[in-house]
């Protein structure tokens, strides 16, 4: 059938000559220019903004300001940020939209008949600001004294969201341990630096909907938080995905979306019917939206003798940044995972997001996953040193199996597969076979390569994270198959016949990792049809209900169920004898939880995936560069719905996961972005990256996945930093609690070590 088989990607060709649209190639006739002007004010007041010389620009049409913004706030999971920092008091006791908290808040919308005019009145608007003490970092924010950021939010603090874990007795088990290893783990921005930058058009389309053209990751998300801000009903909003290059999460907050549909509404309230297009250069990208978080984990883990985990006790913060985004949600995937995929009888957790003046953290492949999972598999394999025990032994002694209690005190959902994951990795890399020699390492094209100083490393470890959105949200998912064929006999009630073909309707979107290709093989799969049968439309708020996020590894698992239930819907009207027959479904997973408060068992998930992988390198000890040459991933998916698809997810993950590892440095000081451009932050070039990659794909199924399909997009990326650091104590006896782990980095700490 069509499931286990790679088809081309419908859009593959267009992509490859260019010919396909992404929202940022579109022009329509007659569209203006918007143009967005950052605040560039990490920590201020707005006391006066003049626009009179901007607005008298040859070819400026409209400058857009707070006044416009009949609702002037959103946030995703929490409204904490206004649409465009203006003058005076706030309406509602909405977040106080006269303080500039960031420096890519938005001041106004320049709205011209060319960018040049647009760039030309962006100049000339004058602002006057009371500046405001800076909240740099996490330190700075829970200092005493130090300034509240957000004075409207109940908590009345900086560390303004706060999850515990409490189980068992911690303090006794200590109290008992043979072995006990400890650490503070410093965690990075990491950039997306998805190839497409933010772009939208906004215009009203024939049913008077203000309209937004974009590339996200949720467009019925989009569009409450579109009309949220505009004061506007759902049903006059209407979202449309053009092809999306890339996203990681990065998309899945706002960035260009209210503000051109803002400006249009502005001026067709002035008569003016065209449409609105705003493209965000690089620079503004990098400045302009949110990262994966930095932060901090304080760390202890207690064993007996013969290694199983006795106890975790742990503290962690994330900097949220100037807004939370989604820094509430990513800090309760850092809160589960900080304590790793393992059997933990007692456990002592908390974890803080904490706002500050810096860039936003949020959403970044992984969720809080990859910081968490950095923690616990550093801890692990310290363990793993002390105790004198191989480290994928160690695992496989405490790893968490069918039957095991969460670390939140209730049974895992059925299917955990991470034992199997676990041999299947070790096995594949040959794990315990000596290693090869150091490869000799040229640090420089002009230098010689040299293994004199080279020596060669290889580490280990698993990762656990939650398919599907978690802690109580109302996960859904909806989609819509209409069958066609025998149109002759609609309505004489015969169901005699077959289908001929299929409209499939999904509002899920696909970022780049080929979700439409997929969502396509599933429809044919479900319905008997061939792929070339299935005739889809995607990404359309007016054509399609909610999918949810392209996020959480949970599209295939939860739209794969979708389908599965619209497939059946139309087999019925089908087998009644409509023509066409139409079938919608709308699945609900099994609910969840969220987090107690006191620490009580909790079911924070209803599916999760797993992965393993090992890292086999080389470092230069003279000038700390590192040369990644074998990357063993195994990860359980459940069923392949399309193997060269579910392989590029791997091996894209984890080149990922080796810039944030090794090269991805994001400098901020004092709340401003120092290195917003490629040049200075260096993601991995083609000769930067593993020279191999191997893709382990088990096929455990998950009871509860469509077809056994378990998530898999976001876990090769999660364990990699901690398997790089194990391979560089291997190579080195150094541990590295933070990271990238970059050649100055590298070389700095051996030299500490060597010295001390």
């Not at 962006?122 to 500046?131: D, F, H, N, R, V």
Request: one cysteine or more; hydrophobic letters at 40%; aromatic letters at 6%.
């Amino acid at each position: 059938m069509s499931l286990g088989h790679s088809p081309n990607k419908p859009d593959a060709a267009g992509k490859v000559t260019g010919d396909t649209n992404y929202a940022g190639d579109l022009a329509p006739d007659g569209a203006l220019v918007a143009k967005v002007i950052f605040t560039n004010q990490p920590h201020a007041r707005l006391l006066a903004l003049s626009t009179d010389a901007a607005e008298a620009v040859d070819g400026v049409v409209a400058i857009v300001t707070s006044d416009h913004v009949p609702v002037n706030e959103y946030g995703l999971t929490m409204p904490d940020q206004p649409v465009l920092i203006g003058v005076g008091a706030t309406p509602g006791g909405r977040v106080p939209h006269d303080v500039s908290r960031w420096e890519a808040d938005h001041l106004a919308i320049v709205v011209a008949e060319t960018q040049e005019a647009a760039d030309a009145a962006a100049a000339l608007i004058e602002a006057t600001w009371e500046p405001l003490p800076i909240i740099a970092d996490i330190d700075a924010a829970l200092a005493d004294g130090a300034p509240v950021l957000h004075t409207e939010h109940p908590s009345g603090t900086n560390d303004y969201h706060h999850y515990v874990i409490r189980k068992g007795d911690a303090a006794a088990a200590f109290a008992e341990a043979a072995h006990v290893v400890e650490g503070t783990y410093e965690v990075p921005y990491q950039e997306h630096a998805f190839l497409q930058t933010e772009a939208a058009i906004g215009w009203f389309d024939d049913e008077g909907r203000i309209t937004v053209t974009t590339g996200g990751q949720w467009t019925h998300e989009d569009q409450e938080q579109i009309a949220h801000a505009l004061g506007l009903e759902m049903d006059r909003v209407r979202v449309i995905y053009e092809a999306i290059g890339g996203a990681f999460g990065g998309k899945e907050d706002m960035s260009l979306q209210i503000v051109v549909a803002l400006a249009a509404t502005v001026l067709r309230d002035r008569g003016i019917h065209r449409p609105v297009k705003a493209v965000w250069s690089r620079e503004e990208s990098i400045v302009g939206h949110h990262k994966r978080h930095r932060g901090r984990v304080i760390a202890r883990l207690a064993a007996d003798a013969e290694g199983r985990i006795l106890a975790v006790e742990a503290t962690g913060y994330l900097d949220a940044g100037a807004y939370n985004y989604t820094s509430n949600k990513v800090l309760g995937n850092l809160h589960l995972c900080v304590g790793g995929a393992y059997e933990i009888p007692n456990a002592h957790i908390d974890s803080y997001a904490v706002y500050t003046n810096a860039v936003p953290g949020g959403a970044f492949r992984g969720f809080g996953g990859p910081q968490g999972c950095f923690v616990a598999e550093c801890q692990m394999n310290k363990l793993a040193e002390v105790s004198g025990i191989d480290p994928v032994e160690l695992r496989r002694r405490n790893t968490l199996r069918d039957g095991s209690i969460g670390i939140t005190g209730t049974e895992l959902p059925p299917g955990v597969s991470l034992p199997e994951v676990i041999d299947a990795c070790a096995d594949a890399a040959d794990w315990t076979s000596p290693k090869p020699d150091p490869v000799p390492i040229a640090a420089f094209a002009s230098l010689p390569a040299t293994s004199a100083t080279a020596r060669r490393g290889r580490g280990f470890a698993c990762a656990y994270k939650n398919i599907g959105f978690s802690f109580g949200f109302p996960e859904r998912s909806e989609a819509t198959i209409v069958l066609h064929g025998d149109e002759a006999n609609a309505g004489s009630g015969d169901g005699s016949g077959e289908p001929t073909s299929a409209e499939l309707f999904l509002a899920g979107a696909d970022v780049g990792q080929g979700a439409h290709t997929a969502f396509v093989q599933m429809a044919a799969e479900a319905t008997g049809l061939s792929f070339e049968q299935i005739e889809p439309t995607f990404s359309d708020t007016a054509t399609s209900g909610d999918s949810g996020s392209a996020s959480a590894s949970r599209l295939s698992w939860m739209t794969g169920n979708a389908i599965l239930g619209a497939a059946e819907e139309a087999d019925k009207a089908w087998r009644d004898g409509e023509r066409p027959a139409l079938g919608h479904f709308r699945y609900t997973p099994p609910p969840t939880e969220m987090l107690d408060p006191d620490g009580a068992p909790t079911v924070p998930n209803f599916a999760y995936g797993y992965v393993a992988e090992t890292v086999d390198l080389t470092v230069d000890v003279e000038t700390g560069h590192i040369v990644v040459h074998d990357v063993v991933c195994a990860v359980d998916v459940g069923r392949v719905i399309n193997p060269d698809l579910v392989v590029g997810q791997v091996e894209g993950a984890v080149i990922q996961a080796h810039g944030y590892a090794l090269s991805e440095n994001l400098v901020v000081a004092d709340g401003r972005i120092l290195n917003p451009r490629f040049s200075g932050y260096l993601i991995p070039g083609i000769g930067d990256i593993p020279e191999q990659v191997r893709s382990v794909l088990l096929e455990v199924p998950d009871p509860r996945g469509p077809f056994g399909v378990r998530g898999m997009a976001e876990m090769p990326l999660m364990p990699y930093a901690p398997a790089v650091v194990a391979a560089l104590h291997d190579a080195t006896g150094v541990w590295f609690d933070e990271f990238p782990l970059t050649p100055s980095r590298v070389r700095a700490k051996l030299r500490e070590a060597l010295v001390g």
